[in-house]
Structure formats: C-alpha cells, structure tokens
C-alpha cells in the first residue's frame, strides 16, 4: 500500500526519523508539484534565448521542434539540478 503525506518542512526531519525506525516501511521522497522549480534569472533568460533561437531555425527548415512535452521534461530537470 502507498500512502501519500503532507508534512510541513519544520517537522520532516523528526517524523522521517521515526519512520526510519520501522523495518517494513519503505521511504522514497518525491518533488511536490505544488512548488515551483526556482532557478536564477540568469538561467531563465538564457533558457529563453536558447527557445527563441530554436524556433528562428524552424521557421527556417533548419531544425524540427520537440513536443511541448519534450520540452516541458527536459526543462523541468534542468530546474531540478
């Protein structure tokens, strides 16, 4: 069985010790959707530079585009780094 928790930040350390402690539970923690990915300012800009870019190349044959699903993996786990 899976259950999902929602523990406030201040209090996961402690109950993740006490769970640590039982034999048969298994934890494997996961990124919450519900908080945004942060990276700089920086990296955004350039990540849009990038998109921009790209699209320039296949508006001119040059290049075919990803999915916009493609693209939303591959920036999501570039955020995650």
Do not use: W
């Not at 069985?1 to 109950?15: E, N």
């Amino acid at each position: 069985m899976q259950i999902t928790l929602t523990i406030p930040d201040t209090k996961a350390d402690s109950f993740l010790d006490v769970l640590r402690h039982i034999s048969y539970v298994e934890i494997q923690p996961i990124d919450s959707p519900s908080q945004p990915a942060k990276i700089s300012a920086e990296e955004f800009y350039e990540d849009l530079r990038e998109a921009i870019h790209e699209v320039n190349e296949a508006i001119a044959g040059k290049k075919q585009l990803q999915t916009l699903g493609e693209f939303l993996d591959e920036y999501q786990s570039r955020a995650h780094c």
